[in-house]
T-cell receptor, first 115, second 110 residues
Framework: ETGVTQTPRHLVMGMTNKKSLKCEQH?????MYWYKQSAKKPLELMFV???????ENNSVPSRFSPECPNSSHLFLHLHTLQPEDSALYLC??????????????FGPGTRLTVT | GENVEQHPSTLSVQEGDSAVIKCTYS??????FPWYKQELGKRPQLIID?????GEKKDQRIAVTLNKTAKHFSLHITETQPEDSAVYFC?????????FGTGTRLQVFP
């Protein structure tokens, strides 16, 4: 157990649905991340949050909306997705210090299928 | 921004042989280079990392080398075992953002 949990583990949704992915870390970290992992582009960074503030949006379409209410929780709100958004969505967390990088701990991921 | 390229995309070796995976990066400001292993159906996990003030780091059968001048770093696995079979990702970072390579699928045959 790495201390990063994600729910749900599997999600099937239609293109008109609205759903949310949840991530929680129990490691005392201050940085959290969303990644998309698909066969075409493995481990593609989507968003970065540092101390609850978004510091990176990697040109992600607005149909993906992140939310970080505190340093332990991260959400990804989904609406009007496309079939090409089907992928494994991974959450990660790490320590945070300006100008330095640290090991990122990944959650188990949510396997999303858009029909 | 940073761009990380990884080769080869697949690698098959006989048990006991060595495996080498190579990555190049573009941002000279990058100072942290981790390697992650992802077994089938599981989450990526860090196996070794190196910072830019070090040229080589070793942990049992795994070693990483870094050439800052050429902007490339490599993962070396010696005495490979079937349980080493997985996808390996390199990454480069300057700051709080990791940019990952495209991954190498390593298969170790008994």
């Amino acid at each position: 157990e790495t201390g990063v949990t994600q729910t749900p583990r599997h999600l099937v949704m239609g293109m008109t649905n609205k759903k949310s992915l949840k991530c929680e870390q129990h490691l005392g970290h201050n940085a959290m991340y969303w990644y998309k992992q698909s066969a075409k582009k493995p481990l593609e960074l989507m968003f970065v949050y540092n101390f609850k503030e978004q510091t990176e949006n990697n040109s992600v379409p607005s149909r993906f909306s992140p939310e970080c209410p505190n340093s332990s929780h991260l959400f990804l709100h989904l609406h009007t997705l496309q079939p090409e958004d089907s992928a494994l969505y991974l959450c990660a967390s790490s320590q945070s210090q300006s100008g330095s990088s640290y090991e990122q701990y990944f959650g188990p991921g949510t396997r999303l299928t858009v029909t | 921004g940073e761009n990380v390229e990884q080769h080869p995309s697949t690698l098959s070796v006989q048990e006991g042989d060595s495996a080498v995976i190579k990555c190049t990066y573009s941002d000279s400001a990058s100072n942290y280079f981790p390697w992650y292993k992802q077994e089938l159906g599981k989450r990526p996990q860090l196996i070794i990392d190196i910072r830019s003030n070090v040229g080589e780091k070793k942990d049992q059968r795994i070693a990483v080398t870094l050439n800052k001048t050429a902007k490339h770093f490599s993962l070396h696995i010696t005495e490979t075992q079937p349980e080493d079979s997985a996808v390996y990702f390199c990454a480069g970072s300057a700051g709080d953002k990791l940019i990952f390579g495209t991954g190498t699928r390593l298969q170790v045959f008994p």
